[in-house]
C-alpha cells in the first residue's frame, strides 16, 4: 500500500459566504468549480481546500469550530510580499519566524480561528 498525496481536506464553516471570501478574495486561491449550496472547493496545486457549511454536518453543540491544533499552510516564494499583500487585505498575520536554517513561517487565522499560515522553504528543499 502506498499512498502518494493528500487529496483533499475539509473545513467545517460557520459563516459560509464569509470563509468563502476569506479564502477566495482575501488569500486569493482559485474556485475550483462554481460553489454549490454550503459546498465549495479550492484549487491548492494539487489539493482540494474544501469549505463545509456547518449547519449543513452537525448540530453546533456537537463541534467547537477553530478548537483545533491543526495547521494548514500555504506554500510561498516571497514570504514578505504574500505577508504584506495579505495584511493589505485586511487579514491579520503575524510577524515571519525563522523555523529553522531553511523554513520561514508567518501564521494567522480564518474566519472560524483556524491556524494557518505562509511557509517559505529555501531552495533545495
Known amino acids: 500500500m502506498q499512498i502518494r498525496s493528500a487529496a483533499r481536506m475539509v473545513f467545517i464553516v460557520r459563516n459560509f459566504q464569509f470563509s468563502l471570501e476569506f479564502y477566495r478574495d482575501l488569500l486569493g486561491l482559485q474556485l475550483e468549480a462554481e460553489p ?10 494539487g489539493m482540494l ?9 452537525m448540530p453546533y453543540e456537537e463541534h467547537t469550530l477553530g ?10 516564494d516571497n514570504i514578505e510580499e504574500v505577508r504584506s499583500e495579505l495584511i493589505r487585505r485586511g487579514v491579520d498575520v503575524k ?6 536554517s531553511t523554513v ?3 501564521e494567522f487565522r480564518d474566519p472560524d480561528g483556524r491556524y494557518l499560515g505562509l511557509e517559505e522553504r529555501s531552495s533545495g528543499i
Open 95 to 100: 510577524p515571519v519566524q525563522q523555523m529553522s
Open 104 to 106: 520561514r513561517i508567518a
Open 49 to 57: 481546500l474544501c469549505l463545509c457549511a456547518f449547519n449543513a454536518v
Open 36 to 45: 454549490g449550496s454550503g459546498w465549495a472547493c479550492f484549487d491548492c496545486g
Open 67 to 76: 478548537s483545533s491544533p491543526d495547521q494548514l499552510l500555504f506554500q510561498v
